[in-house]
T-cell receptor, first 114, second 116 residues
Framework: AQSVTQPDIHITVSEGASLELRCNYS??????LFWYVQSPGQGLQLLLK??????LVQGIKGFEAEFKRSQSSFNLRKPSVHWSDAAEYFC????????????FGSGTRLSIRP | EAGVTQFPSHSVIEKGQTVTLRCDPI?????LYWYRRVMGKEIKFLLH????????ESGMPNNRFLAERTGGTYSTLKVQPAELEDSGVYFC??????????????FGPGTRLTVT
């Protein structure tokens, strides 16, 4: 079945530490890939997207993600987290066959340890 | 440029009552989407409008949900009668013409619906 998997429900990292949030998808072709963030009381904000081309994508707030076709992964990274990065992060895909709807992963909640 | 707006931000209703959620997309965006996140679950697609037409309503859970987009501008999502399992956060999103290759969807802040 088509799905997006975020294996980590909750992650806690220390401020200043590096971060990697995992995401795997299962689709026949390479879909459009996204990472969204939802801060407390806020809506969903697009961090970055991959449509084609360079597999290392730069986003806002110092985030980047790398698309690895062989692993069907699109992991999100940040070299040094800030307390303001505490939020819930969603990996999402938009399959080629259906450019209309986005399929979301279940989300990873990030907590920052002072 | 104003973003996607949703009203109300929070609604608390009793089981059996009716609630109408509203979404105003970004001006000029032909595509409008509804999603919802039930507590503890992933965000799921409900339906997609292209202008005033329903392009895909495969995610609508049942006939208690009615979405409209008269005139191709704002959209409403009515739940009648509401059930306990309808509680969650309802997100609206909009995007430009898909034919131009612009697949990026911009999301609103969501409406938190609580059915008691």
């Amino acid at each position: 079945a088509q799905s997006v998997t975020q294996p980590d429900i909750h992650i806690t990292v220390s401020e200043g530490a590096s971060l990697e949030l995992r995401c795997n998808y299962s689709y026949g072709a390479t879909p459009y890939l996204f990472w969204y963030v939802q801060s407390p009381g806020q809506g969903l904000q697009l961090l970055l997207k991959y449509f084609s081309g360079d597999t290392l994508v730069q986003g806002i707030k110092g985030f980047e993600a790398e698309f690895k076709r062989s692993q069907s992964s699109f992991n999100l990274r940040k070299p040094s987290v800030h307390w303001s990065d505490a939020a819930e992060y969603f990996c999402a895909v938009c399959p080629y066959s259906s450019a209309s709807k986005i399929i979301f992963g279940s989300g990873t909640r990030l907590s920052i340890r002072p | 440029e104003a973003g996607v707006t949703q009203f109300p931000s929070h609604s608390v209703i009793e089981k059996g009552q009716t609630v109408t959620l509203r979404c105003d997309p970004i001006s000029g965006h032909d595509n409008l989407y509804w999603y919802r996140r039930v507590m503890g679950k992933e965000i799921k697609f409900l339906l997609h409008f292209v202008k005033e037409s329903k392009q895909d309503e495969s995610g609508m859970p049942n006939n208690r949900f009615l979405a409209e987009r008269t005139g191709g501008t704002y959209s409403t999502l009515k739940v009648q009668p509401a059930e306990l399992e309808d509680s969650g956060v309802y997100f609206c999103a909009s995007s430009q013409d898909l034919a131009s290759g612009a697949y990026e969807q911009y999301f609103g802040p969501g409406t938190r619906l609580t059915v008691t």
